[in-house]
């Protein structure tokens, strides 16, 4: 059940409202006491012993994280027989989808605006524990009064046997196995979506009924073809025929050696 609104949470943070549900938890704005500043609470629902191990282990590691794109996470504790949370920044501003509403950036804007994502993505991935966000969306991009993009929305799964922390429960591979190329390819599905507003067929979709990806240009004249088959590539359904990382994708979509 989502908390109500007014819930206090280690008599410390105060509920204002659930933004966001999904299948394993959910996200509260909220108030700080301590500090007096608002936040961002990620609830995770799944329960038991070895759940509770994992996210202490993965949670130490995201508190550790510092980029300029990303929230910090600043607390993280367990609720016993309730539920796990992680407290982060709260970033102000309007998701990339909204700011695409009010605005008509060319492609390379866009691009540019979103350079600090794929730094951010380049971080995370060259940590020593790689860190794979898995749900990134226009909504998942919020971007401040000065165009700052930050990647938001982060949770918990587990640690794979290739010391992946897989994180949050979205599924956007055609392949059973996740890592960081997934995120190349949901980086270049919301790119997509952005600029065709609305996103390419997914990968099962496309897996199951051999749907193709309508051409970008054929509803926006102003992509060049560079910048199409930078995303095309990107949105392999193989990871082995996606680019090598995350700095290579951004350095193709810019046409830049």
Not at 128 to 157: M, Q, Y
Not at 221 to 237: G, M
Not at 243 to 257: K, L, N, Q
Request: aromatic share 8%.
């Amino acid at each position: 059940m989502p908390l109500d609104p007014g819930t206090t949470l280690r008599r410390r943070y105060v509920i204002s409202h659930l933004h966001k549900l999904g299948s394993a938890g959910a996200i509260y704005l909220a108030q700080d006491n301590l500090m007096g500043v608002r936040v961002a609470v990620k609830e995770n629902l799944l329960s038991g012993h070895e759940h509770e191990g994992h996210f202490h282990r993965e949670a130490r590691i995201l508190a550790s994280l510092r980029h300029p794109n990303l929230p910090r996470v600043t607390d993280f504790f367990v609720l016993e027989a309730q539920g796990q949370y992680l407290v982060m920044d709260f970033i102000e501003g309007q998701t990339s989808a909204e700011w695409m509403a009010d605005n008509s950036p060319s492609p390379d804007q866009l691009v540019s605006i979103l350079e600090g994502v794929f730094k951010a993505l380049g971080y995370l991935h060259s940590r020593p524990h790689p860190v794979v966000h898995r749900d990134i969306e226009p909504s998942n991009i919020i971007l401040t009064a000065g165009l700052v993009p930050f990647l938001v929305d982060f949770g918990l799964a587990k640690i794979a046997e290739e010391r992946i922390v897989q994180v949050t429960t979205g599924n956007i591979l055609a392949s059973p196995s996740t890592d960081v190329r997934s995120d190349q390819y949901a980086l270049a599905a919301t790119i997509y979506a952005l600029l065709a507003g609305i996103p390419p067929p997914d990968s099962r979709q496309r897996l199951n009924s051999a749907v193709r990806i309508p051409p970008l240009r054929s509803v926006r004249d102003d992509v060049a073809p560079h910048f199409e088959e930078a995303l095309l590539r990107a949105l392999s359904l193989k990871p082995d025929d996606r680019y090598g990382d995350i700095v290579a994708f951004w350095h193709a979509v810019r046409s830049e050696p």
